[in-house]
Nanobody
Framework: VQLVESGGGLVPAKGSLRLACAAS????????MSWFHQGPGKEREFVAA????????FYADSVKVRFTISRDNAKNTMYLQMNNLKPDDTGVYCC???????????????WGQGTQVTVSS
């Protein structure tokens, strides 16, 4: 499956962005999907995940309440609504696909190239 992210940009603190991850190549609905974040000089970290149907979602403690993951299988697209953004949220956001929901980036075989999010203080 091929993944392409969009929706990143520059936003002031407490602002909002909506990221999208468009999939192609294989049936999107067969994959669990996740978002990962890599801040400047930091390792890639788990942000949120959603199972194949969208019925189950999982979040890192740092983004609970502020971020919402969702998917539209009819459109082969996953989303990440990010509210109340903080400067620490700055970095590259990548989407990833796997057979089951996983929190470790090493468990994912399919990745997008990422979209840059910059939150100014």
């Amino acid at each position: 499956v091929q993944l392409v992210e969009s929706g990143g940009g520059l936003v002031p603190a407490k602002g909002s962005l909506r990221l999208a991850c468009a999939a192609s190549g294989r049936p999107f609905s067969t994959y669990s999907m996740s978002w990962f974040h890599q801040g400047p000089g930091k390792e890639r970290e788990f942000v949120a995940a959603i199972n194949w149907s969208g019925a189950s979602t999982f979040y890192a403690d740092s983004v609970k309440v502020r971020f919402t993951i969702s998917r539209d299988n009819a459109k082969n697209t996953m989303y990440l609504q990010m509210n109340n953004l903080k400067p620490d949220d700055t970095g590259v956001y990548c989407c990833a696909a796997a057979g089951l929901v996983r929190r470790s980036h090493t468990e994912y075989g399919y990745w997008g190239q990422g979209t840059q999010v910059t939150v100014s203080s």
